[in-house]
């Protein structure tokens, strides 16, 4: 079985509509796909409608955390997605999304960049607007040549110059709220430092203790010595390593599929799931 975890679509910030990725995922050869928007479930109706025969899709949504200062992403695979209190959670997070947005957009004016809001919007359409779309305005204006070139302390890296910082759940409440929603959590890409300041371990450890399930390891932004040590921590802390593409389309060079999860810790995390379940593909439509 080949299994990814973690993509995008265009509900957040992907380029890939829903079905255009599950279709995309049958292409690429994978028997198992989640689908984990940004801090939304808005793309799981239209995936499931389209989803090829042969393709099993895992639902989740990859929630905007903060601990200590530093922003770090947790993945929520298989929660019922109208469970209130994490419904409300996810609302209150996306709907900072469009003035931070704005806040960096006049950052960048300020700075001498002429993007506006409306090629923002523009670049955004339906999707849950992030600092990714303001990356691609940038690379329309010249500014930077790719997206992950944006993301630097010049630009919008966290801290950066045009960083501007939103509504982020604390990961302790995050997990509660996953959990009590019958949900499965996995830490993204946890050393990725390239995106700025990392979690610590100590802070991994005190998760892990809360109900933390597994920390992402296989992953574009990880070298070979950070995933040598992270599958140490996780074994130490009894945790999931799970691999994942973290697939945007076009807006990032990752393909699907690029990284994968293995079978028998995929079967575990369906295990503890209570509030979904995987749905296998009848064709599509």
């Known amino acids: ?27 690429a050869g994978l028997d198992v796909v989640a689908l984990t928007d940004h801090d939304t479930t808005r793309g799981h109706a239209e995936a499931l409608a389209a989803l090829p025969e042969g393709v099993t899709l895992v639902t989740g949504a990859e929630l905007s955390c903060r601990i200590d200062g530093v ?10 997605p109208e469970e209130p209190d994490l419904l409300a959670e996810r609302e209150l997070v996306r709907d900072d999304r469009v003035p931070r947005a704005k806040g960096m957009v006049a950052k960048l004016n300020a700075l001498g960049v002429p993007v506006t809001w409306e090629q923002v919007a523009r670049i955004a359409g339906d999707g849950s607007v992030g600092r990714p779309h303001i990356a691609t305005a940038l690379v329309e204006l010249g500014v930077v040549p790719t997206v992950s ?7 919008l890296a966290d801290g950066g110059r045009a960083y501007v910082e939103k509504h982020e759940t604390d990961p302790f409440e995050a997990i509660r709220l996953v959990k009590a929603a019958g949900g499965v959590t996995v830490f993204a890409h946890p050393g990725a ?13 005190e998760m892990a203790a809360a109900g933390l399930d ?26 999931l390593v799970t691999g994942s593409s973290d697939y945007h389309g076009s807006r990032k060079t990752c ?15 369906t295990r503890r799931a209570t509030g979904a379940f995987p749905v296998p593909g009848t064709g599509g439509i």
């Open 214 to 239: 597994g920390i992402e390891i296989d992953h574009m932004d990880h070298d070979e010595p950070t995933r040598a040590r992270l599958r140490g921590l996780a074994k130490e802390l009894g945790l």
């Open 71 to 80: 922003s770090m992403h947790m993945l929520a695979y298989l929660f019922d």
């Open 149 to 155: 070139d944006a993301f630097t302390p010049e630009w």
């Open 255 to 269: 393909v699907l599929g690029e990284y994968t999860t293995d079978p028998e810790v995929y079967g575990e995390i």
């Open 1 to 27: 079985m080949r299994i990814d975890l973690h993509t995008h679509s265009t509900a957040s910030d992907g380029t890939d509509t829903p079905a255009e990725l599950v279709r995309n995922a049958a292409a």
């Open 193 to 205: 430092s390239k995106r700025g300041r990392t979690v610590p371990e100590s802070a991994i450890a």
